[in-house]
């Protein structure tokens, strides 16, 4: 069993910054592939970044491909999405899922654990 507590989002202007954190409690957490989605008002769910348990691989959807990383501290049991050069349409509830095995996937049935979500707003 693993719990996750999505934290960072909030309000900011475009082309500003915001660091998300997904904590998970579970010993094992190192062997779980994580993801962060995202939906915004009246859009499907989409994954916009995921990486791997031992985070060799990492993926990114094209509209955030270099602008957010996302990175994970497995020492920490942390996963973080770091984003910059944020615009009006990253406006969304984020989430992040864990799911085994370890390996990537983007497809939202591949993770059994998803955090409560956390609001990111970014203003014109």
């Known amino acids: 069993q693993v719990q996750l507590v999505a934290s960072g989002g909030g309000l900011v202007q475009a082309g500003g910054s915001l660091r998300l954190s997904c904590a998970a409690s579970g010993r094992t957490f190192s062997s779980y592939r994580v993801g962060w989605f995202r939906r915004a008002p009246g859009k499907e769910r989409e994954c916009v970044a995921a990486i791997s348990s031992g985070a060799i691989f990492t993926y990114y959807a094209d509209s955030v491909k270099g602008r957010f990383t996302i990175s994970r501290d497995n020492a920490k049991n942390t996963v973080y999405l770091q984003m910059n050069s944020l615009k009006p349409e990253d406006t969304a509830v984020y989430y992040c899922?864990?799911?085994?095995?370890?390996?990537?996937?983007?497809?939202?049935?591949?993770?059994?654990?998803w955090g409560q979500g956390t609001q990111v707003t970014v203003s014109s």
């Open positions: 899922a864990a799911g085994v095995p370890g390996t990537i996937s983007i497809e939202s049935s591949a993770y059994d654990y």
